[in-house]
């Protein structure tokens, strides 16, 4: 092979490199931008679950703290019906009573403040827990 034809090849094979470095980088921000996304997504919706599946009359964790304007999954976990009562805040409130394991809704909570709840059917069992929303400012990880 001539000098230019190897000059012509070698330059070829760098600029291959190049290309193949540019769509690595590429899809490694993709993959992260994705990530960051997912994992900002799930931050945003806490879950917690009504009943647990051993049977337990529980909310699951008992107590949740979320920064103002976040949203909680509230799913059933196990041995239903359960619905949702916000002591004071009819509109947070889920009253519907749920039957189905995995059966859930999503409600979010914008106000500061520490909010008693509990599964109606269920209060006197000791299905009770507690919401505490903190100003966003204040939320820690």
């Known amino acids: ?58 909310f699951q964790p008992e107590r949740l703290t979320i920064a103002a304007g976040e949203r909680v999954r509230f799913e059933v976990g196990g041995l239903g019906p359960h619905n949702l009562i916000v002591d004071s805040h009819p509109e947070w409130s889920h009253e519907p009573l749920s039957f189905v394991v995995g059966e859930g809704w999503d409600q979010q909570f914008d106000t500061p403040g520490r909010y008693a709840i509990w599964c109606e059917p269920h209060r006197a069992a000791g299905m009770t827990g507690e919401i505490n929303v903190v100003a966003a400012e204040n939320a820690t990880e």
Do not use: H, Y
Not at 23 to 33: H, P, R
Not at 45 to 58: D, I, N, P, Q
């Open 1 to 58: 092979m001539n000098p230019s034809g190897l000059r012509r090849l070698l330059a070829a094979l760098l600029l291959g490199l190049v290309v193949l470095g540019l769509v690595l980088l590429w899809s490694g921000q993709q993959a992260q931008a994705t990530t960051d996304q997912a994992i900002i997504d799930q931050a945003a919706t806490a879950v917690m679950r009504l009943g647990s599946e051993e049977g337990f009359l529980v």
